[in-house]
């Protein structure tokens, strides 16, 4: 039985992810990123051409992006107000990459409606913080410039780029969501609801947002699990994602951004890190606590 769920499984949502997979690849082969970048340059024409340009390089690789922050801070053509203003400017660009390499190919396929509600809140959260980088930037403009940047992104081939990212994923789902049916035919959650009736809120939802701790991808896994055994509504999945995102943004923040920021700035990437850290994590609390006041399902 477990078997069969799980391969059931597998041939629904294997073809939409490599559907999705593939058509993001394409996409990118056709210079899409390279173009958003050149409107996104547009758009901002009123502030720094060192910044404008981080921004736009951003949605081809943030690390690129930080690097040239960094030279321009070195340089004095810049100074630390403004990076920080284009740390949170680039928190559009730097989440739009992860839109087409893991919410769109990966998240959207596995929860439907959950998966869109979810990408759209992350989406929407980073861009509070780039408008909020953007008023920064305008009050500490300097006036630097810096010489025209190529923001081209390396060529790849779609149909290689689903197969890879198809090997990669298929195993992990398989095993996740086998076990996940596992612990549900033997009532795991049942039991656990039961122990942690005391909480507040359901306690699979606590549950899927502890699995987040251990790893994201395996988090979205287990969330399809919950919709497709009707344990949990696509409004619990998406808090409970949210719910994951706040315990895990110390941990996320310190293991992915602060190593690359205090390489790049020193003393000023940890005032960075922990700057975009807090932000995220009110405006996080924020999508929560509007979430459980909603009345009905999503």
Known sequence: ?????TLIFLAKTL?????ATYLVSYSISKGLMERLAERISFLLRGLDEIIVTSVAVCFISPLVAYSMLSQALKDGKIDEREVIAASFLNSFPSTFSHIYSFFLPFVIPLLGWAGIVYTAIRLGVALVKSALGYVLA????KGGRIEEKDVSGRRIDPLKSTLD????????????YAVVRYLSVHHFFDRMSAILSFLPLDPNVVALSMVEFVNVRMAVI????????GVLTPKWVVIGLMLGNVITFSTRFVKHSLPMHLSLFGRLGIKIVA??????????????????????PL
Do not use: C, E, H
């Open 15 to 19: 073809p939409l992810i490599a559907v």
């Open 165 to 176: 990212n198809l090997k990669r994923i298929a195993p992990t789902l398989a095993i996740t």
């Open 1 to 5: 039985m477990i078997l069969t769920d």
């Open 275 to 296: 700057i975009n850290a807090i932000v995220t994590l009110l405006l996080d609390v924020t999508v929560i606590l509007l979430l459980l006041s909603l009345p009905s």
């Open 222 to 229: 287990v969330a399809s699990g919950f919709l497709q055994n």
């Open 138 to 141: 305008l009050r500490w403009r």
